[in-house]
């Protein structure tokens, strides 16, 4: 059981990488966990992410590969946040090859841009850590936290004009790769429109299948 989970920011792959590693017991290899890690031990990439520059591709390879070595992804792994660009899957397929590991699917949750932006500029939270939605979990109170009162933020990332250039990144980047795993007939279509339970559904009934 391996698999690749992709689509624009804003398709839901966090929430259901979660249900898909509980269910299936599979290790959910997420990159952003991998250079959080990553930053503890290795100073260019900690010197990279405290930049805020892009890390190359060569590096990211590179710690992936890393991680596809270790005991705990034999029993299956779901990636997630790779590969973003046509180049990291061409290099995915020759460590795969190398490796003798084999991809099952890739997931490909689709959902309108204009979806997308919804979904993530009406995100609100608190100093708490609580979340909010101001069009599918909106607060009692307009702008305040129903738990402690306190007024609610829109993080940076989450502004529409941010979202709008997320989306154009995705589209130069990550959209080609639509074509070239179509191409490899592993890749299954899944309609990130709808909700969460239903998105789930397809998806578990494609790996139980």
Request: charged share 35%; aromatic share 6%; net charge neutral.
């Amino acid at each position: 059981m391996n698999y690749i989970l992709f689509g624009p920011p804003g398709a839901g792959k966090g929430t259901q990488a979660k249900k898909i590693v509980e269910k299936f017991s599979i290790v959910h290899l997420s990159t952003g966990d991998m250079f959080r890690e990553a930053k503890k031990s290795d100073k260019t990439i900690s010197a990279l992410m405290e930049s805020g520059k892009l890390i190359s591709d060569e590096i990211v390879v590179d710690m992936v590969r890393k991680r596809l070595q270790k005991d705990d992804v034999k029993k299956g792994f779901l990636l997630d946040g790779f590969p973003r660009t046509l180049n990291q899957a061409q290099a995915l397929d020759a460590m795969l090859k190398a490796e003798n590991i084999k991809l099952d699917a890739v997931f490909f949750i689709d959902i309108a841009h204009e979806d997308a932006v919804k979904r993530i500029a009406g995100r609100r939270v608190c100093s708490c850590g609580a979340s909010y939605h101001i069009h599918f979990l909106a607060p009692k109170n307009a702008d305040k936290c129903d738990l402690c009162n306190s007024q609610l933020i829109q993080r940076a990332d989450d502004k529409e004009e941010t979202v709008k250039e997320r989306l154009k990144v995705y589209d130069a980047q990550t959209k080609p790769l639509i074509e070239y795993y179509k191409k490899s007939g592993i890749m299954v279509d899944i309609d990130g429109a709808r909700d969460e339970k239903e998105v789930f559904e397809q998806i578990a009934a494609k790996i139980e299948a």
